[in-house]
């Protein structure tokens, strides 16, 4: 199975490195298509969210093993991979597969089971096949671990009270505020799917009043639309004019996807005169907060690492129903497996198709020649001398591939092949 699976994530790397390897979203298109270029890459999809940043790929060898696409991911960077190497895994074949069953499903989350990775796999898979960087093999297998990911979060209790990157950043401000959120202001910087998710976390907790702000001001205003509030609960600001209302701000989260800082130090310290306790959270890898704002008073600053404290709560409970997902995981990746094993031998099975369809015509034409058969019933015939070789194709080629033991199937195909010789 030539598929191979490298990256980084937060199990081998903090933010301090995985910020250096994620990728915006013009970014990643540019990295697929100089991936499309390289020897023996066959297909590739890039995975990159705040935890991880990974690239699948289905090569036509796999004695090269995973240096070369390291290699052109810290090139990208301006990165020097012997420096970067300790922070990268890879996975071969079926272990490849098994990781991105289980990276959909978020059963490889810093959250377990969190429900936002399996959207951010969708997108991964559909930008690759836009770009025509992914096609059958890895399409087949992103869209067998999204059913699978699927199925978990209906099968288990995984997805109920599910978590996120957003909903664990309120966990925290609750935390620290005690559970009183009703006479605090926030800003939320961002107005994509992690800053809606934020706010209706913000609202749900019962925070007194929230600002938002976007780069495209649009954009802030269409989510504000989106979620039901009572009048002037949510403000929308202009992004230029964030910093001004920051001193009336007890809270500020930022989750955008920009390349440059949301907030640095020496702009927010001009801009705070009021003594009061503010917390900052970042949310966005590479980070939108300059970590310097830690030295201004009565501040404390979080980022996305910071929150594994916060996800504790139920984790025995989620790690029990982990153990029901792998279950349903495992028979989707079976699946895939016999589906791939499958795929080696359809040259045969055409060659066995070509000879059935000559052995019909051969009978069908030898009956034809005699005088007593009308037309009518050599269609007949013809019919059921077809009906019978569907029958035998489907039970001795096209069903074996359900059988389970690869090798067994493997040498099955072999004695077929040597019969047709």
Wanted: glycine content about 4%.
């Amino acid at each position: 199975m030539n598929i191979l699976v490298t990256g980084v994530n937060y199990k081998t790397a903090d933010i301090d490195i995985r910020e250096k390897l994620s990728f915006v979203r013009s970014d990643r298109i540019k990295l697929l298509e100089r991936l499309a270029g390289l020897d023996n890459v066959i297909e590739s999809v890039l995975v990159s969210t705040c935890n991880r940043t990974e690239v699948y790929v289905f090569l036509e060898r796999m004695e090269s093993g995973s240096k070369p696409i390291e290699r052109m991911l810290c090139d990208f960077k301006e990165l020097n991979l012997s420096k970067m190497c300790k922070y990268f895994y890879s996975y071969e074949g079926k272990k490849a597969v098994e990781h991105l069953f289980k990276v959909a499903s978020g059963l490889d989350s810093m959250v377990l089971g969190e429900d936002q990775i399996l959207g951010q796999i969708k997108e991964a898979s559909e930008t690759a096949i836009k770009l025509k960087t992914s096609s059958k093999i890895l399409n087949t297998m992103f869209r067998f671990a999204i059913t699978a990911a699927k199925r978990v979060k209906t099968l288990t209790s995984l997805s109920r009270n599910s978590l996120s990157i957003g909903s664990l950043a309120v966990k925290l401000l609750e935390q620290r505020y005690k559970g009183k959120l009703e006479d605090k202001t926030a800003m939320v910087i961002g107005a994509g799917k992690i800053g809606c998710i934020t706010l209706k976390n913000l609202l749900s907790k019962g925070i007194g009043s929230a600002y938002v702000t976007n780069r495209s001001h649009g954009r802030a205003l269409d989510l504000s639309l989106k979620i039901p509030v009572e009048k002037g609960r949510i403000k929308i600001i202009d992004y230029k004019g964030r910093y001004a209302l920051m001193d009336e701000c007890h809270i500020v989260i930022s989750c955008t996807e920009s390349p440059h800082y949301t907030i640095t130090r020496d702009l927010l310290k001009e801009n705070i005169s009021t003594e009061r306790e503010r917390i900052f959270i970042d949310l966005a890898v590479p980070r939108d907060i300059d970590n310097e704002i830690t030295h201004i008073k009565n501040l404390s600053y979080f980022n996305v690492d910071d929150l594994k404290q916060a996800a504790g709560e139920n984790e025995i409970l989620r790690k029990k129903e982990a153990c029901k997902a792998e279950v349903i995981l495992n028979e989707y990746m079976d699946e895939f497996t016999r589906w791939y094993d499958f795929r080696s031998v359809l040259p045969l099975v055409k060659d066995i198709q070509r000879l059935a369809n000559e052995f019909v015509q051969e009978k069908t034409n030898r009956i034809s020649s005699l005088e007593s058969i009308s037309e009518e019933d050599l269609e007949i015939v013809k019919e059921s001398i077809n009906s019978s070789l569907k029958d035998l194709m489907k039970r001795f080629v096209y069903n074996v591939k359900e059988y389970e033991d690869s090798n067994d199937l493997e040498i099955y195909f072999k004695c077929l092949r040597k019969a047709l010789k």
